[in-house]
Every structure is written in C-alpha cells, then in structure tokens.
C-alpha cells in the first residue's frame, strides 16, 4: 500500500545546478527537516484512515470543499501550500537544461499530444494530465457547442476543448521509472506563490497540479522539479532546441487516447 503523504529527502546529493539554486536546494533541505516529522505523521494518518489507493489523477487535498472542483480556489490554495511546505524547487529553464543534459533529470511535457507534437522542449517526454477532449463523442456534445461559442478561435483547431486523462499516471511510467528524477512544464509553467511577492496567491497551471498529484501519491518532493515559464520562456527567451512529432502521430496519438 502505497502512502498518499509528501515525502521529505535530502537534495544534498544534486550536483551541476548553478549557485544560486544550490543555496535554494540548502535551504530546502533545512526546511524539509523541520517539517518532516508532521509530514510523516500526516502521511501515515491518511493511509490508515483511507487504506486503499485512488486510481486516475485528481487528487484533492485534504480539505477540500466537497463541492468544488480540483481547479477551484481553495482546493488550489490547499495545493499551494502543501506543495509550499515541501519545498517544490521552481528552476528557471536554464537550469532545467542543464540538470536534463548534465544530472540525468527527465523533462515531462504534461500538455494534451497534439501540443506537445507541434513544439516541445528538446528531449522532453509527454504524459498529458489534460488530453483534447474527443467532441465526436455525443456525450461530449454539450461541452463542445459551449467552448465552440466561447472560444470561436478554436473551431477547426487540434481540439476544442480538454477533458481529463485518467490515464496520466500510466502514460508517464510508459517513459519513466516511478520516483525517477522529473521537470515538469506546461505552456506558461505557473507559480507557487509566496506570501508579501508578487503572485503571492500563486498561478495554477497543469504542470503544478500533476506536480502536486505525483507528490501526494509518494513519488518523493526530492525527485520532482517546476520549470517556471513552461515551453514560452525556453523556447521564445532562452532560444533553446525543439522538438516536433509528425502530424500522423499526432493523429495517431489522439485517436489511441480516445478509444477509452
């Protein structure tokens, strides 16, 4: 049975990251310390309390309104501040290129396929916590017409609209190992926020709610890592490589996705 808790490791075998997120690792560890004996206790709590393993993505934390969406204030508020309590590391995408080409940290891609097969970061996998949402499928049809009227620029576009992948968890052990070494990103990356910063209140992203699904399912803070400003920042500021994948891939992709 596996824990639904944060764990707390050290970062203080991480080497080839620049030094200033050399000091932000130290300081992590420090405040891991601190915190992991309520981490543990917690931890421990849910297990005995709940005893089984929840299938899929979207997990809420504990706490969360029992009306309300997982993408609703205060269940990302909740979200924030475990991740905050844990120390999540935000890596400039500097960073992240080097800890992926030097450190042999995995770049994920948590974007819907089509998306990640029109631009990803050079050497990034793709496990999509979102995926195009099949509007062919008449129990889609609702959804479709509203986000076509609500979004007409997307009307001939990859999709419409996105729904849940139940399937997150499986896509990603298809690449990697579990508790292997993650930087996650999306398109604009997202914020943990910080209280008296600007942002303080965060900016929820798919990238940092499958950050936080992985954590809460026991994949180890230590071992997963944001990429602030996504795909945008690497590829229009730093003016790092991409990658593309052939439309019939894409195409193939979505279909595989939409036959469950």
Known sequence: MLAMGFQTHTFAKR????ARDELAFARRERASERASA?????????TED???WV????LRPEGSPGAESYTGPTVWRLMQRELAEAEVAQIAPATAKAMSDDDGWTLVDVRPSGDYCERHC???VNAQYYRAMDAKNPLNWGKAAISALVFPERIGSKYLNVTENEEFLEELQTHVEWGAKLILYDDIG???????VNFENG???PSLMALYELAARGWGTENLVHMAGGIGYWDEIEGFDCGECETEDVEEGEGEGEED
């Open 15 to 18: 080497t080839g990251l620049r």
């Open 38 to 46: 309520k981490r543990r206790v917690r931890a421990n709590a849910r």
């Open 50 to 52: 709940d005893g089984y």
């Open 55 to 58: 299938p899929g993505p979207f």
């Open 122 to 124: 050079w050497g990034a």
């Open 190 to 196: 997202g914020v943990i926020g910080e209280p008296g």
């Open 203 to 205: 900016i929820q992203t």
